[in-house]
């Protein structure tokens, strides 16, 4: 068996990877913003935009602590290339007060402590105002199914439920 090594010449060498400029509508502000193609969502929030409610769990979008809604609707930020959401409505946990005021799902995981060392908060509030306003909050087995996307190491469930039970049986809109 022969062993041949082959240089590498320059013309060979890994390829640049080109930056990208796009406008990400965050929390209802436009940001024009130029950053590496691969950069993901969630990185493009946290580290360009200093926005840190979303958390880099797993970063395999298995464990929910990235979620964020774009057009309303629930990702986790961790898999999804920031480029793919030029010009889309994404909301951040921190972009759920208004006037000051907490969410009112806020308020309800307060009330029920559903939190403990607090990571997971954030990607779960923001599932359950995914659930809420996609009216899937019918049952608890709704509740526990739509919310399986989201770890909470604590074990909290319970608490996390009722929050979310607490503010569908109020009235309230917890949708944005």
């Not at 209802?28 to 935009?49: C, E, Q």
């Not at 659930?131 to 709704?142: F, M, S, V």
Request: charged letters at 25%; proline letters at 5%; aromatic letters at 4%.
């Amino acid at each position: 068996m022969k062993h041949v090594d082959t240089p590498t010449r320059p013309s060979e060498a890994t390829p640049q990877i080109p930056d990208v400029e796009v406008t990400l509508h965050v929390n209802g502000d436009p940001y024009r913003m130029r950053f590496d193609s691969r950069v993901t969502l969630l990185d493009a929030l946290r580290d360009h935009l200093g926005l840190t409610g979303a958390k880099k769990g797993c970063d395999q979008g298995a464990c929910g602590a990235c979620t964020v809604l774009v057009d309303g609707k629930r990702i986790v930020s961790c898999l999804a290339l920031a480029a793919q959401y030029d010009g889309r409505e994404i909301t951040t946990v921190e972009g759920l007060t208004e006037d000051g005021e907490p969410h009112p799902l806020q308020k309800a995981f307060a009330r029920h402590d559903a939190f403990q060392c607090g990571y997971c908060t954030p990607g779960q509030i923001m599932s359950a105002v995914s659930l809420e306003a996609e009216g899937r909050a019918g049952t608890d087995a709704d509740i526990r199914e739509f919310m399986s996307g989201n770890i909470c190491r604590c074990g909290a469930y319970p608490n996390i439920r009722a929050a979310i039970r607490d503010v569908v049986s109020e009235g309230n809109d917890a949708s944005l």
